[in-house]
Structure formats: structure tokens, C-alpha cells
């Protein structure tokens, strides 16, 4: 980046800044708690009488970063050497997710070496197994948490803890909030934000169904949300046109990757997982101890290894996710 600044450091000179802000809302309103009358009743009914009582405590907002297993040593004394770019030490938190063995087209697990099978981290849908036995979950049950704001690292544009996403949150009573942009060509590779009849092949668009104006889905009885994935959209659902306006395409509305979940479907997330796996084929080096027990690196069309990932938006899937909401914005914000 010309300003020679890591992703990281980014995100949490951003988090600094909303921090900044709610201290001085909180300023603010404690000038009202403090003058009481009518005004201070009406406040502590908006917030509640715990939150009036901590109102002149400096926030603190938890971060919780999830490196693979290689990276992990180095990421933690770099963000250490930074002095965790204005953050506090306490409030910063850095785990591992599990590496999962890839395996060839006939099932079996790939050698990267003589004695060590070749593993991967297995998808950012690790994230719930790893926060419970990394010890974060219950780091953040401890701090009370009302909800979660998740996003991808390699989204330098992400708003961190969007204010607004997560009023949009509270305000829906929504399970999983999903920020959407949309597509600006059909082909562009990003997932999409659909409903789909509970049972049913999602992959067929006519058992899709688009999003309203608003950019609201909810689950129903009988429809749940899902994010189908670019590689997993075949071209007539790409080039589908809208039921309304045949000059628009239907399936429009692109995850940016960021979200919100209440405390409640990430405890669910947590409890049971991500079953969904996503197949991807890649081309890795390995070793053939059958032909000459040495390392092979194939051409980029040759995709010899296959890995099952897992996407944390598959926990849409869930019976307990009641509803999900798609909270669209410009592309300019």
C-alpha cells in the first residue's frame, strides 16, 4: 500500500476511531444521566440501567484474529512489536484455526513429505470450531458480547464494526446480517445472497428467489437464506434476468464478506459447526514415494489435490437461524 501500512494495522486504526466515537457519545450522554430529569429517565429506558451505570468507561471493543497454523508465531509478535497499533494488549486476541489433509480424485491423502500428510487451513467456516477450542468463545462469553462482527481479512475497504450495520442488526432483531453490494457485471466472482426451498438443488434458478428492493431476505418455514458461491453458479444463473425488469439481472445482490451475527446464532454456530463442505480442486506440489520418493510440482492446469472447505455463511443452514438479513449498500461505501 503506498502508505506502507499492513492490512492490519489498517483495521485496527479503524477500530481506534470507532472507539474514539463511542467515547464521545458516551460523553455526552452521561452529561445527560448526570443533569437528570425526564431526559436521563427516557435515556436509561433507551440503553438500560446496567449500561447507565458503566456509561463513563472507556470502550473497548475485543478483536479476535484467526491465522492458520504457520502463521500464527509471526503474526502474534509482529502485532506485539506494533504495540498492537494504539489497541490495548488485553483486548487483542490471536488463534489458530485446525489444517485440514487435501487427498487426490481417488480419495486418498496426498504426502507433502516421506512421513507428513499435506494439510491446508480448511475455509474461514473453521472459525466457530477454533473460537471454542482456542478459548476465545468463551473469552468473549466472558465479556458479555451482544453480537459479532465478522469480516475477511483481504477486504481493505471493510467499515470495521459498521455503526450502521449493526444498527441495522439491532433494529431487524435479524440472526445473521450479510452487507451486500450489487454485482457490477453478472460474471463478477463473488457469492450472492439468495432464498432457496428448504430440500430442494440450490443451484437451480428457478427454485431461487431474489431479494426484495429493500435487501432484506428472511428465513421462512419454508425458505432458507444461503450465499451460493461463485465457483458454484453456473453461467444461466449468472445471466438470469429479473421476473419484474427483464433489463436487470436477478441474482444481483453480492456478499462483500462482512457480518453481523447476535450472540445467540453465534453461540449456535459454535455449539454446532459448519457441516456444508465446499469442494475445490488445486494444483500442489507433493512427493511420490510409490514412483521415486521424490517432490513433484505439477503444471497450474494440472489440479491434482482436492480440498473440502467450509464457509462460515453455511451456517445459514441451521435450524435455529430464524433470520437473515441483507443489508445493501453503494459500492462507494
Known amino acids: 500500500l503506498p502508505s506502507k501500512k499492513c492490512p492490519l494495522q489498517l483495521y485496527f486504526e479503524r477500530l481506534s476511531r470507532v472507539q474514539h466515537l463511542v467515547d464521545r457519545e458516551r460523553r455526552s450522554m ?15 429506558k433507551v440503553i438500560g440501567l446496567r449500561k447507565a451505570k458503566t456509561i463513563d468507561k472507556p ?11 504457520a502463521d500464527w508465531s509471526y503474526v502474534s509478535e509482529f502485532v506485539k512489536s506494533k504495540d498492537y497499533w494504539g489497541l490495548e494488549q488485553n483486548q487483542v486476541n490471536i488463534f489458530m484455526q485446525d489444517s485440514i489433509p487435501l487427498f487426490d480424485s481417488k480419495g486418498k491423502a496426498i504426502l507433502a513429505e516421506k512421513n507428513r500428510i499435506l494439510t491446508m487451513p480448511g475455509g474461514n467456516g473453521m472459525l466457530f470450531r477454533a473460537m471454542v477450542t482456542e478459548g476465545m468463545y468463551a473469552d468473549a462469553k466472558h465479556r458479555g458480547l451482544e453480537f459479532f462482527y465478522i469480516m475477511n481479512i483481504d477486504n481493505l475497504l471493510t467499515r470495521v464494526a459498521d455503526p450502521h450495520m449493526l444498527g441495522f442488526s439491532r433494529a431487524t432483531h435479524a440472526d445473521i446480517v450479510v452487507k451486500l453490494v450489487e454485482k457490477s457485471r453478472p460474471e463478477e466472482e463473488c457469492g450472492i445472497l439468495v432464498q432457496r426451498p428448504l430440500d430442494k438443488r440450490y443451484r437451480d434458478p428457478a427454485l431461487l428467489k431474489e431479494l426484495e428492493a429493500d435487501g432484506q431476505s428472511l428465513t421462512t418455514k419454508d425458505q432458507k437464506a444461503r450465499i451460493v458461491e461463485f465457483c458454484e453458479q453456473s453461467r444461466d444463473l449468472q445471466q438470469t434476468r429479473a421476473d419484474k425488469d427483464v433489463t436487470r439481472y436477478k441474482y444481483i445482490h453480492a456478499s462483500t464478506g462482512q457480518f453481523v451475527f447476535s450472540c445467540e446464532a453465534f453461540d449456535l454456530a459454535c455449539r454446532h459447526g459448519v457441516k456444508r463442505h465446499h469442494w475445490t480442486t488445486m494444483a500442489h506440489s507433493y512427493m511420490d514415494w510409490r514412483r521415486d520418493g521424490r517432490k513433484h ?3 497450474e492446469h494440472q489440479e491434482n489435490a482436492i480440498l473440502l472447505e467450509t464457509f462460515l455463511a453455511d451456517c445459514m443452514d441451521l435450524d435455529g437461524i430464524a433470520q437473515v438479513g441483507g443489508f445493501l449498500v453503494e459500492r462507494s461505501s
Open 297 to 299: 510440482r505439477p503444471l
Open 59 to 69: 470502550c473497548q471493543i475485543p478483536v479476535y484474529v484467526m491465522t492458520n497454523v
Open 30 to 44: 452521561k452529561e445527560v444521566l448526570d443533569h437528570g430529569g425526564a431526559e436521563a429517565q427516557r435515556l436509561i
